[in-house]
């Protein structure tokens, strides 16, 4: 199982990034982004079923949209209005029936 994870960079607040996460191997139902800040515990962003159903977390509500091509076997993660709190490594994770696996993050970094 892969999962490449891409699409993060530096950006000014209020500006907007697109994450793309290409996973490989298995079959996947849930799939989501996750993030880690420094000094923090990692934390759900959003996910996303494979039927399309989609969780966020409150403090992303309204700013960011996950969306799933299943065809691609790929997520991606629209931020707009980015925020200095949205720094973070940010993570791709997905479940099969049995395990969750994790892919390498990608840094976004909001510059004030």
């Known amino acids: 199982v892969q999962l490449q994870a891409s699409g993060g960079g530096l950006v000014q607040a209020g500006g907007s990034l697109r994450l793309s996460c290409v996973a490989s191997g298995s079959l996947f139902s849930n799939m989501g982004w996750y993030r880690q800040a420094p000094g923090k515990q990692r934390e759900l962003v959003a996910d996303i079923t494979r039927s399309g159903s989609t969780n966020y977390a409150d403090s992303v509500k309204g700013r960011v949209t996950i969306s799933r091509d299943n065809t691609k076997n790929t997520i991606y993660l629209q931020m707009n209005s980015l925020k200095p709190e949205d720094t973070a490594v940010y993570y791709c994770?997905?479940?099969?029936?049995?395990?969750?696996?994790w892919g390498q993050g990608t840094l976004v970094t909001v510059s004030s």
């Open positions: 994770g997905a479940s099969t029936s049995y395990d969750f696996y």
